[in-house]
């Protein structure tokens, strides 16, 4: 069984980082792609970034230049560096695994990012 561990997430003023970490457990996740979603009160939860087996990486528009996804397959983990972080990236992040729409979710890390 498939599981999510997120962790990393706090308060942070604008213009801060923090480091998101995925912990991963139930199969060989270096086979498959991973993703980092988010969810704002209120929203629907959308895309961040995407990372391939072999390392090929996605972005939202919203998010290009300023977070940098990275996954470790001898670890089964996937991380997400935040940089120049804005008030309209608070949400909870949560990471996720291919094939995407049938893996369970994680309980999510919440991220707060005061102006």
């Known amino acids: 069984q498939v599981q999510l561990v997120e962790s990393g997430g706090g308060l942070v003023q604008a213009g801060g980082a923090l480091r998101l970490s995925c912990a991963a457990s139930?199969?060989?996740?270096?086979?498959?792609?991973m993703a980092w979603f988010r969810q704002a009160p209120g929203k629907e939860r959308e895309f961040v970034a995407t990372?391939?087996?072999?390392?090929?990486?996605n972005y939202a528009d919203s998010v290009r230049g300023r977070f940098a996804i990275s996954r470790d397959n001898a670890k089964n983990r996937v991380d997400l560096q935040m940089n120049s972080l804005k008030p309209e990236d608070t949400a909870v992040y949560y990471c996720?695994?291919?094939?995407?729409?049938?893996?369970?979710w994680g309980q999510g890390t919440q991220v707060t990012v005061s102006s």
């Open positions: 996720n695994t291919g094939p995407f729409g049938s893996m369970p």
């Open positions: 139930g199969r060989t996740f270096s086979h498959y792609p």
């Open positions: 990372i391939a087996p072999g390392g090929a990486t």
